[in-house]
């Protein structure tokens, strides 16, 4: 079997990252320090997956309002993230 399974990500991928980009100058502590993935894990994980194999497969598929939806479950998603890595580093600070 010769399956490209490289080719399957999840639809919030890039509008995540994208997300941590644009906000990561309001959270210094943490995108100064290496933590960005850990934020995008978090974030993620917040998320329901919706696997894709290629970008189309979903806009399709996706109404306005649903596409509204996601850019604001994404942005909860990551403003969560940040505060979340924010804290845990703060705790290990004190230690």
């Given at each position: 079997m010769n399956a490209d399974f490289?080719?399957?990500?999840?639809?919030?991928?890039?509008?995540?990252?994208?997300?941590?980009r644009r906000a990561g100058h309001d959270y210094p502590l943490v995108a100064g320090n290496d933590l960005l993935p850990d934020v995008a894990c978090v974030a993620l994980n917040r998320l329901p997956p919706r696997y894709i194999r290629h970008r189309a497969d979903l806009s399709f598929c996706l109404s306005e309002r649903e596409r509204t939806d996601d850019a604001r479950s994404v942005d909860a998603a990551v403003r969560f993230a940040f505060e979340f890595v924010q804290a845990r580093r703060a705790m290990k600070a004190r230690r």
């Amino acid at each position: 079997m010769n399956a490209d399974f490289e080719s399957i990500h999840d639809h919030h991928e890039l509008a995540v990252f994208e997300a941590i980009r644009r906000a990561g100058h309001d959270y210094p502590l943490v995108a100064g320090n290496d933590l960005l993935p850990d934020v995008a894990c978090v974030a993620l994980n917040r998320l329901p997956p919706r696997y894709i194999r290629h970008r189309a497969d979903l806009s399709f598929c996706l109404s306005e309002r649903e596409r509204t939806d996601d850019a604001r479950s994404v942005d909860a998603a990551v403003r969560f993230a940040f505060e979340f890595v924010q804290a845990r580093r703060a705790m290990k600070a004190r230690r």
